[in-house]
């Protein structure tokens, strides 16, 4: 009787230990934070409103990520790395976004990006693109929710004057935008590729473009 008992609590286990893999194989598949999930797999989301606000969630993975935040803070610092910790050496963004004499974005960062060999760094490279600069403070998205970030990005009094189709063909099609998918060695790109955040966006507008509550 006894070992029935072990038997059967083994056998449980068993099972249990086997929806366990399954569930870890579906979220590898699906839920992969380095993946975006298509366009498609919104269709089943009957209500408009509700598939556009589950649609801008997955553009969020994209502008939420530390290769789109670090360039977008909510002080004068950049940040760095995927801890987002604030730009060492100590620099500021300057009236434009460009630095300060003397620690001009320009000085260190040059139009590519800088693969270093063998100089003992923590880093692998130095981010490079001819305009490289700080998001200005009113595209800031450090700090806030994705509720809030939605709402920001298509204002156009604070997107830049920015319509929808320009606020995509930005995201789809900017070259600086790009950079976050080619970051330079040591450093993860943002999930997905720039083509499937356009499709993000285009379906996220065509549902009406809501936030996320
Ligand atoms: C090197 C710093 C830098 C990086 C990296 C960067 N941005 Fe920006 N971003 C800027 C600057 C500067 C502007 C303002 C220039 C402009 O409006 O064209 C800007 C403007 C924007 C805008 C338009 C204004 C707004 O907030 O609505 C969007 C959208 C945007 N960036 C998205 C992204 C995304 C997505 C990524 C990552 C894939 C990214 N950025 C990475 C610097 C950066
Ligand atoms: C004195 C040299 C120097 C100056 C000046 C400088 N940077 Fe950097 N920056 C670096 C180095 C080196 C790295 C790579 C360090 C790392 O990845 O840990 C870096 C990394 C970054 C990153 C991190 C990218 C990421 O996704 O992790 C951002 C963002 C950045 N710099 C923005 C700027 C901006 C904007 C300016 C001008 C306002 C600027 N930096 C000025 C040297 C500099």
Redesign the pocket.
Known sequence: MRRRMIAAASFGAAVLATSAVDAQIQNTTILNPRDLRPVSSFSGIADKTERSRAIFNEVAK??TNP??M???PAGDIPLQGNDQHPHMPPILRGEN?LGVAGTACASCHTEKNFTLVGTGASYKSIPG?PR?????IE?AWEGKSISQICQQ?KDPNR??G?TLAQ?HD??ATDD??A??WSPGEGRDP?PGTQAQLGELMQAWIDSGAECPR
Do not use: E, K, S, T
């Not at 490289?132 to 200005?136: G, N, S, Y």
């Open positions: 994209v502008v290769r789109c670090n360039c977008h976004g693109h490289w600069q700080v998001a200005p595209f990005i997107n830049g920015r606020l930005h995201l600086l935008v950079w976050g943002a």
